[in-house]
């Protein structure tokens, strides 16, 4: 026995085809689940150059491997489709419950091709599957979507069910749109809600109650006791967290970078992932100002942006399935200027990076709004964050004119602008219509392309390659670009990946301007990162599992007890691999040229800031890094392809042969 289920379930929305299919356990090997499964099956069944918002695009949703074992951290879920964004692979990834509901229908995960002529919802309850029309749902937000679906189906289903939706963003086809689940935790990268908006899938309901299976559950427990132990001795004094912000100016006068895993666990577990913002702020990690700023330019914006202050009006911990950090919450706004809903969830790091010092907005109580208002509408906060940036930029410095943004004053910090702004991107209507698709596109309508910050078509996380160069060769060289998620040297340091790789170069003190030399070294840890990465998501796992290192979170030791195998961290190491590998196979089939992926000048310190903890830096030999890191993974170093014996090497050239 091992975790998978065998089968996924493929709905064809043009012809209301629901049907199950078997999988190869030579796939499940090879690539686990979750992320591994979808590339296979998207690889082999998305045919060249389909249109993303066209019939031919397959949106995947997919449970990891260790997901329903007992594992800790491992409820993740991936969505995966080719991007409208970028026009090559796409994938997004979120918590809540949806993924054992995956696996509790009885399959590892759900294909859905065609597009449908009416509004409709994928149900199914373990035993069937049918489509089932939506058109009273088709308006709705996303949290309005769910609460109505789970209210007319209270009775009907023998528990209650789980519902993955798009809000109004999905269904206006904005390309920065995602997919929700849990009343707004939100898979938001890519443009896979677009995707599903495209194909008039408003949700997927979900309602079975399969037992999950393990080949190992008393190993599973034990590791995840053993866990549970070590994570309840650590602690940190409540209070702490206003100081937060002093430690990341420190950080940003060292020249390394670095960081211990546990104190990232449980600096998650009593704040949450806001418990970044005043280090980032401070540091140089986060982006101010559009990417042009400094934190002078946020004097005091950490502290306005105190994890504290979210702390004091949360109302409620947020645990994923199977996680016990808790890394979520929910607010009570109620009362709050702006305010117009009673309650929100805790907005990530990253949406208040994106909404606060990129835009240089003073206003917490402005981005509990915002926050609330992209989560129901299905919207990116990254990216739409990074769109209001180069709309004020724009607008400051002569590109936009009053006229043009319909009499918004788009200045820097004009909350009630910022406010207004994306009101309309949410809507589609008049200027926010032009904006609802991104960076990359606005800049093509009305210039300002040098303001535009986007990596490949996608807007970058809210962390600066100038800080970490190594998270720089991953914006640019993963198959979906701008993606925070992938590698860091912070990261890398904390994980200790050298413990269970022969090949991983030992955690080191990063030293940024070493940082900034092409080395092979640097390579084998960027590689190494980026495999753990993709194995992680063949798990299922959580992003701040993989930080708290091999010694704490045990992935591998968790994939052999549910697995019932015996491999080592070599073995694992190459089903990252090979999940990285197939996943730019899909951009070269698709017509991606991976080459000319570019940062933009700015992230790469062209010109360089003149001030702060990022003061001159330039990255010059970023492009030199990308090269070598194709190299490392047995791509051509010029232009990215994987090479024939790559292929072969990681046996893809047989697995693709094995596809239905
Ligand atoms: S740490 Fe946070 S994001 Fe990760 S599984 Fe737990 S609650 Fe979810």
Not at 68 to 86: D, E, I, M, Q
Not at 627 to 649: I, M, N, Q, Y
């Amino acid at each position: 026995m091992t975790s998978f289920m065998g089968k996924v379930l493929c709905a064809d929305l043009s012809t209301g085809a629901c049907e199950a299919k078997q999988i190869p356990p030579e796939v499940y090997e090879a690539l686990l689940a979750g992320k591994g499964l979808a590339a296979w099956y998207l690889y082999n069944n998305i045919p060249a150059g389909a249109d993303p918002l066209g019939p031919e695009n397959i949106l995947a949703f997919a449970a990891g491997a260790l997901c329903g074992t007992g594992a800790f951290l491992s409820g993740r879920w991936t969505v995966a489709c080719k991007s409208p964004l970028t026009g090559g692979w796409g994938d997004a990834n979120c918590g809540g419950l949806f993924a054992p509901a995956i696996k509790q229908c009885g399959y590892d995960a759900i294909f859905v091709s065609g597009v449908s002529e009416k509004p409709v919802y994928l149900f199914c309850d373990g035993k069937s599957a049918e489509l089932r029309d939506a058109s009273e749902y088709w308006g709705h937000d996303a949290v309005e979507t769910e609460k109505t679906l789970h209210e007319a189906l209270d009775g009907v289903c023998r528990k209650k069910p789980c519902v993955a939706c798009i809000g109004p963003a999905g269904e206006k086809l904005s390309l920065i749109a995602g997919i929700c689940n849990e009343g707004g935790r939100i898979a938001a990268r890519s443009g896979v809600g677009a995707v599903m908006g495209s194909k008039r899938l408003k949700a997927v309901v979900l309602a079975g109650s399969r037992p999950m299976p393990c080949a190992d559950p008393d190993r599973v427990r034990a590791l995840s006791k053993e866990l549970g132990q070590k994570l309840l001795k650590l602690t940190i004094p409540s209070g702490l967290g206003v100081f937060i912000g002093a430690g990341g100016r420190m950080m940003g006068r060292l020249p390394s970078i670095p960081l211990d895993g546990s104190l990232t666990s449980i600096m998650f577990r009593e704040w949450g992932t806001p418990a970044n913002t005043p280090l980032a702020i401070t540091s140089g990690d986060g982006p101010i100002k559009n990417w042009g700023g400094t934190p002078q330019d946020a004097r005091l914006m950490d502290l306005a942006y105190s994890p504290e202050q979210i702390n004091r009006i949360e109302t409620a911990k947020y645990h994923c399935y199977s996680c016990p950090l808790g890394c979520g919450g929910r607010l009570n706004i109620r009362g709050r200027k702006y305010a117009g809903y009673d309650e929100t969830h805790k907005p990530e790091y990253e949406t208040i990076e994106a909404f606060g010092p990129l835009l240089l907005n003073w206003s917490m109580d402005s981005i509990f709004q915002l926050n609330e208002m992209l989560n129901r509408a299905g919207m990116d906060t990254i990216s739409a964050g990074n769109t209001v940036a180069w709309a004020i930029e724009c607008y400051e410095n002569g590109v936009l004119t009053v006229r043009q943004t319909e009499g918004l004053a788009l200045n820097w910090g004009n909350t009630e602008a910022i406010l207004e702004l994306v009101r309309k991107m949410i809507a589609r209507e008049g200027f926010g219509d032009a904006l609802a698709d991104g960076v990359k596109r606005a800049s093509e309508r009305f210039g300002g392309k040098e303001y535009a910050m986007h990596v490949g078509g996608q807007e970058p996380g809210m962390h600066d390659a100038r800080n970490d160069p190594q998270l720089g060769v991953h914006f640019a060289a993963e198959p979906a670009p701008g993606k925070h998620t992938v590698g860091m040297s912070i990261q890398y340091g904390a994980m200790s990946l050298c413990d269970v790789c022969s090949w991983a170069p030992p955690a080191r003190l990063h030293l940024k301007a070493e940082d900034l030399e092409d080395t092979e070294e640097m390579a084998l840890i960027s590689k190494a990162n980026a495999c753990y990465s993709m194995l992680t998501d063949g798990a299922g796992g959580c992003y701040y599992g993989e930080m708290m290192g091999v010694h704490m979170w045990k992935l591998v030791d968790y994939l052999n007890a549910a697995e019932g195998w015996e491999h080592d961290g070599d073995h694992y190491m190459e089903i990252g691999e090979r999940i990285q590998t197939l996943r730019q196979l899909f951009n070269v089939k698709q017509g991606v040229d991976p080459a000319s992926v570019r940062l933009p000048k700015r992230m790469l310190g062209e010109p360089p800031l003149n001030a702060g903890p990022l003061k001159g830096v330039t990255l010059g030999s970023h492009r030199a890094q990308v090269s070598a890191h194709w190299r490392a993974f047995g791509w051509d170093e010029k232009t990215g392809v994987p090479l024939p014996e790559t292929v072969a090497r990681l046996g893809i050239d047989k697995l693709t042969e094995a596809a239905p």
